[in-house]
């Protein structure tokens, strides 16, 4: 399998560009540093971008092309318009895409449905138009996620969508709807591949991320513990924390894995569930972001579950804040499924990309967090 991508854009001589959505966020911009890298300078690398990121999106292209800062070109727009809000230049935009990466979506799982249903996807579907109209388009590259699972119980392969799945959250069911409009176009003929990230934090070497979120939870709630200057912490569990998975994904992964699998001419058409093979269990993460903070963490059994906890925190104005905790977390505390992704292990063979044990770079996201408490929990919408 021929890793060509780049020299093929440019090979006839012809004007060639590749179109991104969701610069300059978590993943997107990572991404893109991917981009430049592979593409020759004489293929653009296109985003879309909201105005009201305009200036990050300015200020994050001058850092990724240094002395060459026409090698990104930003298009201000929105994708839950029909025409992607970009008006006279849909068409022209269109005309040279030799690739579209569609990142932008809603990540918080606390989204309001309409919110979700208009840019997970509404906006997919103004961008999957836009991609069926570049007549010299090469792939669609789509990034959903694993929990279009939803609370799937057992095993989830890359080969599963729906399964009669209920969800625990409007960001799960409009990502859910979202790939299966992707998946119905790959099957009328539209070439496109399906990366599914579990939950994404920080990167594995240097711990940087873009927002707190997911497990950050746990280390919120702990850092607000005045005992944990003393060496101990408690954190409520449901269940039993050896039963349930939490897989997480460091940034780093999930962005060399993308680059990596699109790059193949064999991909497309695939859905690659970009999950850790072996996740810790809640108990596990548990005791690694402990070990990370020094400090010995006891496990407190909490009565009702998860379900009444979180009534208990969406119930009582300021709670939530004061503990550091997002309600809509505590369903992946005891989420009853767990994830496959042996086609995108085979495929990453010989890469050099895989994902990391979660105990061997937790020390790094703990670094991060203590050094950056400025970074916030909010999503980019």
Known sequence: MADDSGDRAAADGASRSVFVTGFPGFLGSELVARLLDRYPPDVAIRCLVQPKYRDLAEERAAELTEGSPDRIELSEGDITESDLGLG?????????????????????????????????????????????RAPELRRFQYVSTCYVSGRHDGVFTHRDLDVGQSFNNHYEETKFLAEVEVQRRMDEGLPATVYRPAIAVGDSETGATQKYDGPYNVLRLLDRQPTVRAGVGVVPVFGDPRDYEVNVVPRDFVVDAIDRLSRRDDSAGEVYQLCDPNPPTVAGMVRAFGDALGVRVFRVPMPGGATLARRALESTPGLASALGV?????????????????????????????????????????RFYRDHPDVSADAMV
């Not at 997002?326 to 086609?343: E, G, K, M, R």
């Not at 990309?353 to 770079?361: A, K, Q």
């Open 88 to 132: 006279g230049d849909y068409d022209a935009l269109a005309a040279d895409a030799v690739e579209v990466y569609h990142l932008a979506a809603v990540y918080d799982l606390g989204v309001a449905r309409d919110v979700g249903m208009a840019v997970n996807v509404e906006g997919t579907r103004n961008v999957l138009d836009f991609a069926e």
């Open 326 to 366: 997002q309600p809509a977390v505590l369903d992946y505390f005891v989420h009853p499924t767990s994830y496959t992704c042996q086609n995108a292990v085979r495929d990453l063979r010989g890469t050099g990309v895989s994902c990391p044990p979660f105990e061997e770079y937790a020390d790094r996201l703990v």
